[in-house]
């Protein structure tokens, strides 16, 4: 990758290093700024579709997971056929599904060899040390912190504050370290410099503590898919880490253990009753509209009609708090299908590229994108917070990732 194409070399090699450029601002916004995101998003789009129009792009038909993301995006556009609020939903659907695809195809078609994947790697952590250091930021001096809104104190006594840094809500926070925890661990994994594992290892260190400082249950759990993946794919010593939790649940009592041990005993905890009520009313929508759901994005004006004491409380409940639930309730039977397919098919070409034994910055780049589909498969269980719009482009962007890079290793 050269920066003189800029101004140097061919129109075509020129315009796409003005796209990868837009790519690389992408990268470093998805979880600092909506706007800033969607400006990079924007111009990469236009660009894109200029050199495919003027240059003929077509590495689309290689991509190995294309079918079941186009699939899953024609799916979601019928769904809204149900959908009691069209319009708002066709909107929805454009902010939502189609920067989805659009960023997982420029990805895949515009980033080209192992240094430019890297480059784009490196933009996505910086972004992610932001949140980090912002977060921290935020949490010790208590910045901005809406405590009434985050912590049931009742349930609770010890927990005072939640982190959320940038990203509005803590366990949207928690999902977006999740995924830059797997990156970190790979990295660390894959590195042979001892310098960089510090710091890759530093990393993981660091996007840990503020995952712990979300408070957030079900990505602690999902913590524990990271290491099972992790012992499973790379070495089985790292099973041990399972041991810190019986000595830190035997030696400190504090908010953190108190707020782990409700996973199991805590009847009072209002967030735990709310999502049993959940599922059981998504259950019935499944069953009423289950080819093609009620709509995308339509969860929140459809669930009212499944629960009174929401309906007379006129409280807006945006998603199911689960994956499965949510996706299958939205979009149906087909949409869920098409969906699970891109979503546990990513994580299966990333098993297979491991079982070839490599050691190349390729090969950490599937170990980081499976270990990510592993624990949102797990977080996914008691929350979606794939719906946050950069939560599921952050996810579909190291999708866009591994599957550019498994199209170069099938070529060589």
């Not at 579709?49 to 003929?56: F, G, I, R, S």
């Not at 420029?106 to 952590?125: A, D, H, N, Q």
Request: with cysteine.
């Amino acid at each position: 990758m050269n920066p003189k194409t800029f101004i140097a070399g061919s129109p075509s090699e020129a315009l796409r290093m003005r796209i990868v450029y837009a790519l690389f601002g992408t990268a470093f916004f998805l979880p600092l700024n909506i706007f800033a995101l969607e400006a990079c998003f924007i111009a990469a789009v236009f660009m894109s579709a200029y050199y495919t129009w003027k240059y003929d792009v077509h590495i689309w038909r290689y991509m190995p997971l294309f079918w079941p993301a186009a699939a899953f995006s024609v799916t979601a556009f019928l769904s809204l056929a149900g959908s009691p609020k069209s319009l708002y939903g066709i909107a929805f659907y454009f902010f939502t599904v189609v920067q989805y695809f659009l960023l997982y195809n420029m990805v895949v078609s515009f980033i080209r060899g192992e240094k430019e994947r890297r480059i784009l790697l490196y933009c996505f952590l910086a972004g992610a040390v932001c949140v980090a250091v912002y977060g921290l930021y935020q949490y010790t001096t208590m910045l901005g912190l809406h405590n009434a809104e985050w912590v049931d104190t009742d349930a609770f006594p010890l927990l005072q504050r939640r982190m959320y840094s940038t990203l509005y809500n803590p366990n949207l926070l928690s999902a977006y370290l999740l995924m830059v925890m797997g990156i970190a661990a790979s990295l660390t994994v894959w590195t042979r410099h001892n310098v960089h594992r510090i710091i890759y290892g530093a990393l993981f260190v660091l996007f840990t503590l503020c995952l712990i400082l979300t408070y957030s249950r079900g990505g602690w759990v999902s913590v524990f898919a990271l290491v099972f993946f992790f012992g499973l794919v790379w070495d089985k010593r790292i099973w041990l880490l399972f041991l810190i939790v019986p000595l830190v649940l035997a030696f400190y009592h504090g908010g953190v253990v108190n707020r782990l041990l409700s996973i199991f005993s805590n009847s009072e905890d209002t967030s735990v009753i709310m999502r049993l009520d959940m599922w059981e009313s998504t259950f019935y929508m499944i069953c009423d509209h289950p080819i093609l759901g009620v709509g995308w994005g339509a969860y929140k004006y459809v669930y009212p009609l499944y629960n009174e004491l929401i309906q007379e409380a006129g409280i807006t409940i945006y998603h199911a708090h689960n994956m499965y639930f949510n996706i299958m309730a939205e979009t149906g039977v087909v949409g869920f299908f098409f969906y699970m397919w891109f979503f546990f098919g990513t994580a299966w070409y990333g098993l297979r590229v491991l079982k070839e034994n490599c050691n190349t910055f390729d090969c950490c780049i599937a170990m980081g994108t499976a270990s990510v589909i592993a624990a949102l498969a797990v977080s996914g269980i008691s929350d979606y917070d794939l719906f946050s719009t950069q939560i599921s482009l952050t996810l579909w962007f190291l999708c866009g990732l591994f599957s550019n890079t498994y199209i170069e290793m099938q070529k060589k």
